[in-house]
C-alpha cells in the first residue's frame, strides 16, 4: 500500500507564507506526475500546481508568481511553498501522485488534505 502524509497548513495572515509538504510511503517503484489541489467550502476541487518527475511545472492562474511546486525523488517527498498569501488562498490543501509501484501497477493516491486558513 502507498501512503500520502502531507504537512505544513495552518493559520497565517495575509501577505504571509506557508510551506506544504507531502511524503509518499510505502512498496512505491517510482512517481511520476505530482500536484497539489484545494477545496475551498461549497466549491469544487481545483488544480493548484502540478510537476513532472523532470521537473516541469504549471500553476493555476490565480497562484502564478506567488506560490511554487518542487519535489525531492530522493525521499518521495512534493512541496508547495506559498508566498503573499490572499484569503481566497483559504482551503484544504490535497496532494496527488501517480505511482508506480513495486509489482508494476500505476495508481494515483490522494493525502488526507490540510487546511489552509488566510485571514485578511
Known amino acids: 500500500q502507498v501512503q500520502l502524509v502531507e504537512s505544513g497548513g495552518g493559520l497565517v495572515q495575509a501577505g504571509g507564507s506557508l510551506r506544504l509538504s507531502c511524503a509518499a510511503a510505502?512498496?512505491?517503484?517510482?512517481?511520476?506526475?505530482m500536484a497539489w489541489y484545494r477545496q475551498a467550502p461549497g466549491k469544487q476541487r481545483e488544480l493548484v500546481a502540478a510537476?513532472?518527475?523532470?521537473?516541469?511545472?504549471n500553476y493555476a492562474d490565480s497562484v502564478k508568481g506567488r506560490f511554487t511546486i518542487s519535489r525531492d525523488n530522493a525521499v518521495n517527498t512534493l512541496y508547495l511553498q506559498m508566498n503573499s498569501l490572499k484569503p481566497e488562498d483559504t482551503a484544504v490543501y490535497y496532494c496527488?501522485?501517480?505511482?508506480?509501484?513495486?509489482?508494476?501497477?500505476?495508481?494515483?493516491?490522494w493525502g488526507q488534505g490540510t487546511q489552509v486558513t488566510v485571514s485578511s
Open positions: 510537476i513532472t518527475r523532470g521537473g516541469s511545472t
Open positions: 496527488n501522485a501517480r505511482v508506480v509501484r513495486v509489482n508494476g501497477l500505476v495508481n494515483d493516491y
Open positions: 510505502g512498496r512505491i517503484f517510482s512517481i511520476n506526475d
